[in-house]
């Protein structure tokens, strides 16, 4: 056995040092605007009681509706972190960084089972698209979008 086989072997048997990702923190301008623009846009559930948002907060966790397990079981949802949306200066940055070639690229992908719909309830609502969901595409179809501050997204239908 190669000394290469004997250290993956020994991996194997060590538990994980990550096992998955809680939260994403997205800078916004405004909490409670857009704790509104994500319930509104993406579904997301309004915070706990605990938790509520008013205006001038400078923190909001939002998640997103769970329905009884049956999204995961049907492939369209692992483990979802938590937003955290953080009052932040524009000067911070935004998330998305642009390729080598300049495009600008998302650094979160939503799953959806239903990417026609919220292609239409993103035109509807005034949402900017970036682009148009491609045909034919091998690995299902998607699109990117900015939120109300610039953060650049993409959503995905597997």
């Excluded at 690229?105 to 969901?133: H, M, W």
Aim: a negative charge; charged letters at 25%; aromatic letters at 10%.
């Amino acid at each position: 056995m190669s000394q290469n086989q004997a250290e993956e072997i020994q991996l194997e048997n060590k538990l994980e040092d990550i096992t998955g990702i809680t939260c994403i923190y997205v800078p916004v301008q405004d909490v409670y605007e857009s704790v509104e623009w994500y319930r509104k846009n993406l579904g997301c559930r309004q915070p706990r009681a605990h938790e509520q948002v008013k205006p001038g907060s400078g923190i909001a966790i939002l998640r997103f509706p769970d329905h009884g397990d049956k999204l995961q079981d049907a492939g369209l949802r692992t483990t979802v972190p938590a937003m955290f949306l953080v009052q932040s200066n524009l000067e911070g940055g935004r998330l998305g960084f642009t390729h080598n070639n300049g495009d600008r690229a998302a650094v979160g992908c939503f799953i959806t089972p239903r990417i026609q719909e919220l292609y239409k309830r993103f035109k509807q609502n005034g949402v900017r698209i970036v682009s148009d969901i491609p045909e034919g595409r091998e690995c299902g179809p998607n699109f990117q979008f900015y939120d109300l501050d610039g953060n650049l997204w993409e959503v995905w239908q597997p």
